[in-house]
């Protein structure tokens, strides 16, 4: 008789949640202990009622991701992992979100980044009772930047870095490394007469990331320049020259660190002593430059007349 069961499922939220027939079904808002009563019509002959608890505890539906780097090189390449719980029904759909309008559906989905971004990840599952959560993690993913040139020019004799910009934390390793004292070191100084590929690998702390890059260093022709001789001379004038296709500026002094400069021409007349010494540095269009000397003495002859 099944219009003679009537239910009421204690819900202190709804109290007048009731219904009637041999079976129902009603949805609680929220977990906790709920006293169902089921009592047949006053109006049979045989009137009975039945309480029981109903206990529903909170959903066993726990969201959660790992990650690890999948590769890296100039970009970085990051393997996303489901790791959710659900003991009471399965998961049906995975809804990632990494920020910048980048989403996945995908259970285990990868992400690849060109630049170092720290993200703020969500990944929201569904299981196929309806029940829904979500998590939130942040990622900080860093990508290797490196200020390498592609090229550069080194003056011929002249030591140059090679890499300035070197990044601190990261490992170098250059090659050749016969052209280096230390191929490890991360901003290694060279002195070249030739033009020369070098090629160098970059890891990381952690050996995951890997970079290989490479530099063409350029050394152009030595910078070719006609002096005076070194001399000495009766009169009291000289004329320094220096006489060069390639010099675009030339400075004289009287000292080898050219803090006392007596002309920034390719002539000066100057008026030697004894023996006097006289600096030239000569500088091309590159910013090469090439230092030499020209040794004057002046000897005045006297005439005695009687």
Request: proline share 8%; with cysteine.
């Amino acid at each position: 008789n099944a219009p003679f069961y009537n239910w009421n499922f204690g819900d202190p939220l709804n109290p007048s949640a009731s219904a009637q027939g041999s079976t129902a079904g009603y949805v609680y808002s929220g977990p906790g202990t709920y006293p169902v009563t089921v009592t047949l019509s006053n109006f049979i002959a045989c009137q009975d009622t039945l309480v029981q608890e109903v206990v529903v505890e909170e959903p066993s539906i726990i969201p959660a991701f790992t990650w690890e780097v999948a590769a890296c090189s100039d970009s970085v390449t990051l393997q996303f992992y489901d790791q959710s719980l659900n003991n009471q029904s399965a998961i049906v759909s995975w809804e990632w979100d990494f920020g910048g309008g980048r989403t996945s559906s995908e259970q285990n989905p990868e992400l690849t980044l060109n630049n170092s971004e720290n993200l703020s990840v969500q990944l929201a599952i569904t299981s196929d009772d309806g029940c829904r959560d979500s998590v939130v993690l942040p990622v900080s993913v860093e990508v290797l930047q490196l200020n390498l040139p592609d090229s550069l020019i080194i003056c011929p004799g002249q030591p140059t870095a090679l890499n300035p910009g070197a990044v601190p934390g990261l490992s170098y390793q250059w090659d050749p490394d016969s052209l280096f004292e230390d191929p490890a070191q991360p901003n290694p100084v060279v002195t070249m007469n030739n033009s020369q590929l070098f090629s160098v690998t970059v890891t990381d702390a952690s050996g995951l990331c890997r970079l290989e890059r490479s530099i063409w260093a350029e050394v152009p022709p030595p910078i070719e320049y006609v002096l005076p001789a070194d001399t000495q001379i009766c009169e009291s004038d000289f004329l320094l020259y220096a006489e060069s296709e390639q010099a675009i500026d030339f400075v004289w002094a009287t000292n080898p660190g050219f803090s006392n400069i007596i002309a920034t021409t390719p002539e000066v007349l100057v008026q030697p002593g004894a023996a006097s010494l006289y600096f030239v540095q000569l500088t091309d269009s590159l910013g090469c430059r090439v230092t030499d000397s020209v040794a004057v003495s002046s000897r005045q002859i006297l005439v005695f007349l009687p």
